[in-house]
């Protein structure tokens, strides 16, 4: 299984990024994809959460209205629209896949088992 997220660099604060998540080795339907975030000397936090058949999406409150997570299962991509984006969105971003159905679990890490790499997202002030 991979995940392989792209779409990060720097930005000024305000500016727009796309982030996607390109999986393989996994029926992609099958999983729920999440995105989280790590920013330097930080736990890693939860972004926003999509359902297997994009019809149910959760985000945390500090990003729901500025990011909109989206997917394309005939590609096996997930994708995370950025906007408005502030410094403090610093971090790593991070793509996983679970299969947990409970859409509260959605935002808990350890419910992923699997996980990218990670993309750098770095916004100026």
């Known amino acids: 299984v991979q995940l392989v997220e792209s779409g990060g660099g720097l930005v000024q604060a305000g500016d727009s990024l796309r982030l996607s998540c390109a999986a393989s080795?996994?029926?992609?339907?099958?999983?729920?994809i999440g995105w989280f975030r790590q920013a330097p000397g930080k736990g890693r936090e939860f972004v926003a959460a999509?359902?297997?058949?994009?019809?149910?999406?959760n985000y945390a409150d500090s990003m729901e209205g500025r990011f909109t997570i989206s997917r394309d299962n005939a590609k096996s991509t997930t994708y995370l629209q950025m906007n408005s984006l502030k410094p403090e969105d610093t971090a790593v971003y991070y793509c996983?896949?679970?299969?947990?159905?409970?859409?509260?679990?959605?935002?808990?890490?350890?419910?992923?088992?699997?996980w990218g790499q990670g993309t750098q997202v770095t916004v100026s002030s």
């Open positions: 996983a896949a679970t299969s947990t159905v409970g859409r509260s679990y959605w935002a808990v890490a350890d419910q992923y088992g699997y």
């Open positions: 080795g996994l029926t992609f339907r099958h999983y729920n």
């Open positions: 999509i359902s297997r058949s994009g019809g149910a999406t």
